[in-house]
């Protein structure tokens, strides 16, 4: 049985979201001991102490660790290293909680086949329902995700009907064994914004382990951005697809997620050779967009995630570090973290 986990945040400044997320978390959590660890990711030191002290005032027994570098990857990998507990639930400031969604993963931990080794399930997470102010946005994010279900795989949002094994869960939604997430090496460094949970998962799925989807566990992520700050997010994914499949080339490609980028290329490739054929299309979608909107979106999103992917298969921007240098940045990482602590 599941007696205690650590509840693990990486903060930036979004203390009106924190104040909102931790009474759900208490509420959800009332029957567990809890450790409460937050990551300060901000550069800025007044800010890291205002919000310190906000949560030491709020959070009885809350521990606060400084990283000033505001490495994402290597606050989610502190999170690992300093939780307590042999299970530990990441997520994010602008997440949620859907009652009962927790609990159904810590629920879905304690059944023993699941426990069993020899299935090498290392986390357990569930639905993500993107959330949005902005009605175009939000349009595109609700018919993205009816379209998810439809399809064996995500890239980023998943909707399957029935209890599955995964092959990625984000880090926003995330039940976590602790040990065998640090046997594998944790988070890296190397992705300092976006795309550590990618390069995690695929870690994991190289070493045989895997991830249970579990769709009744649900919560909602708020996306409160521009469209357009959404389609340059939806970018730096699609760069970033490309930096982890390069990174873990040989141990096995996930194939399937170069889907967007052989769109593309046939996308081009007829446009070349059949001009005419390729601007009727676009007028369909046009015509069929002036009546479902969302479709457009649709489109867009794939297309600035595609071109993210040939982006950074052409002109790669992320520099790919060997085990020495990733070495080096987290030591030095590290240094930081325990200056900024002093």
Not at 91 to 115: F, G, M, R
Not at 197 to 223: C, G, K, W
Not at 314 to 342: C, F, G, H, W
Request: overall charge neutral.
């Amino acid at each position: 049985m599941i007696r205690s986990l650590t509840c693990g945040i990486v903060f930036y400044d979004e203390v009106n979201e924190l104040k909102r997320l931790v009474p759900q978390l208490k509420t959800e959590l009332s029957g567990y001991s809890v450790e409460w660890l937050f990551i300060l990711n901000h550069e800025q030191r007044d800010i890291r102490l205002w919000i310190k002290q906000w949560i030491s005032e709020n959070i009885s027994g809350a521990v606060c660790i400084e990283n000033p570098s505001n490495n994402l990857g290597y606050a989610r990998q502190l999170l690992l290293e300093n939780a307590s507990n042999a299970y530990i639930y990441m997520t994010d400031p602008d997440i949620d909680l859907k009652s009962q969604s927790l609990i159904k993963l810590i629920q879905l931990a304690e059944v023993e086949s699941l426990n069993d080794r020899s299935l090498h399930i290392l986390g357990y997470g569930g639905t993500v329902i993107n959330k949005s102010t902005n009605q175009f946005l939000q349009t595109t994010n609700d018919f993205i995700f009816k379209l998810a279900k439809k399809l064996p795989f995500s890239f980023q949002i998943q909707n399957h009907s029935h209890l599955e094994t995964v092959d990625h869960l984000p880090s926003c939604h995330l039940l976590l064994k602790k040990e065998e997430s640090l046997a594998i090496g944790g988070f890296s460094a190397l992705f300092n914004k976006v795309g550590e949970d990618l390069d995690f998962t695929h870690r994991a799925y190289n070493e045989d382990f895997r991830f249970i989807f579990l769709p009744s566990s649900q919560v909602y992520h708020n996306q409160n951005l521009s469209f357009g700050k959404w389609l340059y997010k939806m970018f730096l994914f699609g760069k970033v697809q490309i930096t982890v499949q390069k990174l873990n080339f040989s141990k096995g490609l996930r194939l399937y997620r170069f889907l967007p980028l052989l769109l593309l290329l046939i996308g081009s490739i007829l446009t070349i050779l059949a001009y005419t054929q390729v601007l009727i299309a676009a007028l369909v979608i046009l015509t069929v967009s002036l009546f479902r909107p969302a479709f457009l979106g649709f489109i867009l999103t794939i297309l600035c995630y595609a071109v993210g992917e040939l982006f950074e298969t052409i002109y790669p921007t992320v520099e790919l570090k060997n085990e020495q240098e990733l070495q080096a940045l987290t030591k030095d990482l590290s240094s930081r973290v325990q200056r900024a602590n002093n």
